[in-house]
């Protein structure tokens, strides 16, 4: 994730595609982490604003409830991309949505009213192998597998520049966390390139 110094990932007015970064460093690390990964997931909300293909990734999943509001023509579903694309789903489903997403990818229904990430990762794990998966949000999809404890790392690139907006998005949503539920997470490293800050924090334990 790419937040502002107030910790936006976009405006609270966007209006279509937006990239946090000016520079060209932290594209280049993502579709580099991408390629290192055995699976890329996104959310439903994240996929209709961005409309990302998830490239280079070869198992490319989207995380939905229903999947009303997914395009069977976005990106990530283009078969000229090679591997597979999935589309995480509850039982919440209809029988006709099913058959149009189905025409285009590997449904995988993970949930009863909502997707559960262990029983997503689960599946990921079982039938395909996946053994590292990163998850490139949005913010309701984070809070969820922060709320599963299904995070081992954070990945952040702090950009220097302000949004400001009570109604801006930020790395993570949902209903929000008291304030011990989770564990802090323990800072791996910091480099840094022009202005901005490469963080990577770990939620498992220190080996030393």
Avoid at 82 to 88: K, P, R
Avoid at 99 to 108: M, Y
Avoid at 177 to 204: K, Q
Wanted: glycine content about 10%.
């Amino acid at each position: 994730m790419a937040p502002s110094l107030d910790g936006k990932t976009a405006p609270a007015h966007r209006q279509g595609r937006f990239a946090m970064s000016r520079h060209a460093e932290d594209p280049a690390r993502m579709r580099a982490l991408r390629a290192s990964t055995d699976a890329v997931i996104i959310g439903g909300g994240n996929l209709r604003v961005d409309d990302p293909d998830l490239a280079p990734g070869m198992l490319r999943v989207v995380v939905t409830r229903t999947g009303e509001q997914i395009d069977p023509s976005a990106k990530m579903f283009d078969p000229s991309l090679g591997g597979e694309s999935v589309v995480a789903h509850a039982a919440a489903m209809s029988e006709s949505r099913r058959k149009v997403l189905g025409a285009r990818a590997t449904l995988v229904e993970a949930g009863g009213s909502e997707v559960d990430p262990l029983s997503l990762l689960s599946w990921l794990a079982r039938e395909r192998g996946c053994r590292v998966v990163v998850c490139e949000g949005g913010a309701n999809l984070n809070a969820t597998f922060l709320a599963a404890r299904a995070v081992d790392e954070v990945r952040l690139t702090i950009v220097p520049r302000v949004l400001g907006g009570v109604l801006a998005p930020g790395i993570v949503g949902g209903d929000g966390f008291d304030a011990d539920a989770l564990p802090d997470a323990r800072l791996v490293s910091v480099e840094r390139v022009g202005d901005e800050l490469f963080v990577v924090y770990s939620f498992e334990p220190s080996a030393t």
